[in-house]
């Protein structure tokens, strides 16, 4: 489908201030370039931003598009790591960051409807002051909405115990591509009729509708939390005791691990009370009520000593699980600084290969002659593997492409998958068919045309090119 590459027709602009508002939208190019990119660092500019306060006014705004055949990319703060939210096509980009209201509270079916622009902190005051918090975490929480949490399949160091958004989203209200109005999933923590669009539309990425509602499913917060920390001699003694603790009755809601690359890093960052001899470590958390957790994190320290354990330090108050953490604080910003362009990638593998897989990603690293730095959230198996590659270094960049392969071939060949909770956006996408079959992404292409006929929403991104 061939749709508007430059200028936007007049009569399509009229329509959209009719709708918005003049104030409302943006056609001015310095004003549209705060709209041109995300996290990824990749950029394209809009021709037009428009900022949608109401359901209604989106649904107008689709089927707008739709006559016209104008790109739409729906966006939440911009923060996503894959391009996702770059208008790679031109055309619109709907910016839902003033759908920002929380629209109703009901703890005694621990559920909370907001729309969509809500930022997930917010949600999570919301939340929080009677004792309820929504399980996905993305680092990002302060600065990203609920609705990219959702298009992207968001998640953070509690998934390991709670879920990621797929898991923790009752219903939502959203407009598809072809500008029909759908309320999908159920008011209750049961349900059972029909085809199931709620996880459908969640990991979506804004190519199948926009979604302007949603009602999370929220879980009471824990009356205590206990951390410990546990030093490895190597990245092998580390997975090892990851699969024990995995293996054994108490679920950690946090269960951090962090390799040697990623230590030697902090090292000559930050000051650190790491012993010398220390290779990988755990960070971990177990939480529920107070007279119980003697008990579960006497459990979970027993899981983790074992072969190759150096120390296993357990915090005795807050101040002390704050220390705990310093390393794993202390590694984002030393990469940064150290390498602010590298490459990200947040795949996983199932959590009694990860010995073998950080293994091979230290063959892959001498190989390709690449320095590769690794940690994650270790519960789940999910690896952020990060290449720490300068883009104006012509023989590192000829390098990363292949390295980058097989570090996926490597993960499905061990029953992984390529994203934990980034998602595909532009940056997967040329990978989409290393991990689906032919027949898969057809289905794919299917549900895309039905939801999306004219292929104006967020086009370019997640479907890799038939
Ligand atoms: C420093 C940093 C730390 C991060 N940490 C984490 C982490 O720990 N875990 C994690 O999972 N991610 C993390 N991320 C990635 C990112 O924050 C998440 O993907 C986030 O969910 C994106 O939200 P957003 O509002 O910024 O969405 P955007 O970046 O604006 O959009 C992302 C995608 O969602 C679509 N979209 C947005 N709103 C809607 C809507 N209402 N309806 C339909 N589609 C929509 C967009 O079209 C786009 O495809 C991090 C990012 C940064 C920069």
């Known amino acids: 489908m061939q749709m508007a590459a430059s200028a936007l027709a007049p009569q399509f602009l009229e329509q959209l201030a009719r709708i918005v508002g003049d104030a409302d939208m943006r056609t001015d190019p310095a004003d549209r370039l705060p709209y041109a990119y995300d996290n990824s660092r990749r950029q394209a500019q809009p021709q037009a931003v428009a900022f949608a306060t109401a359901h209604a006014e989106v649904r107008d705004i689709v089927r707008l598009c739709n006559e016209f055949l104008v790109p739409l990319v729906p966006r939440g703060l911009g923060s996503s790591t894959t391009g996702s939210a770059v208008p790679v096509a031109g055309g619109l980009v709907l910016a839902l960051e003033r759908m920002n209201r929380i629209i109703n509270f009901d703890p005694a079916n621990r559920a909370l409807t907001c729309e969509t622009g809500v930022t997930n902190s917010t949600a999570q005051e919301a939340a929080g002051a009677s004792g309820f918090f929504w399980p996905p975490d993305p680092t990002s929480a302060a600065y990203s909405t609920v609705g990219g949490n959702l298009a992207c399949g968001a998640g953070g160091p509690h998934a390991v115990k709670y879920g990621t958004t797929r898991d923790n ?139 190759g354990c150096v120390e296993v330090r357990a915090a005795r108050d807050a101040q002390e699980a704050g220390a705990l953490w310093t390393s794993r604080k202390a590694l984002s910003p030393a990469l940064r600084k150290i390498a602010p362009k590298k490459i990200n990638e947040d795949v996983v593998v199932p959590v009694s290969r990860m010995a073998d897989f950080i293994g091979r990603l230290g063959e892959l690293s001498k190989q390709y002659g690449l320095q590769i730095v690794n940690f994650g959230h270790a519960g789940n198996g999910n690896i952020h593997v990060n290449l720490l590659v300068d883009p104006e270094n012509q023989e590192q960049m000829n390098h990363a492409e292949p390295c980058l392969k097989e570090i996926f071939q490597t993960v499905l060949s061990m029953h992984g998958t390529l994203s934990g909770e980034h998602g595909v956006g532009l940056e997967k996408r040329p990978f989409m068919s290393l991990e689906f079959d032919a027949a898969t992404l057809e289905l794919m292409r299917g549900v895309k045309r039905l939801f999306d006929p004219k292929g104006i929403l967020n086009p370019g991104k997640l479907l890799p090119e038939n």
């Not at 009356?223 to 030093?231: C, G, H, Q």
């Not at 529920?288 to 072969?307: F, I, N, P, W």
Request: hydrophobic letters at 50%; glycine letters at 8%.
């Open 169 to 307: 989203v009752l219903a939502l209200r959203a407009v598809t591509g072809a500008g029909q109005e759908l309320r999908t999933g159920v008011y209750t923590t049961k349900g059972a009729m029909g085809y199931d669009f709620t996880r459908l539309l969640i990991g979506s990425e804004g190519t199948l509708a926009v979604v302007t509602e949603a009602t999370l499913k929220l879980t009471p917060k824990p009356e205590a939390v206990r951390t410990l920390r546990a030093v490895y001699a190597d990245m092998e003694a580390a997975a090892a005791a990851v699969s024990r603790i995995m293996a054994q009755p108490v679920t950690p809601c946090v269960l951090e691990f962090i390799d040697r690359a990623s230590i030697d890093m902090i090292r000559g960052y930050a000051e650190t009370d790491l012993p010398q001899e220390a290779g990988a470590l755990l960070l971990i958390e177990v939480d529920g009520m107070a007279a119980q957790l003697d008990k579960a994190a006497a459990a979970v320290e027993a899981a983790a000593r074992g072969a």
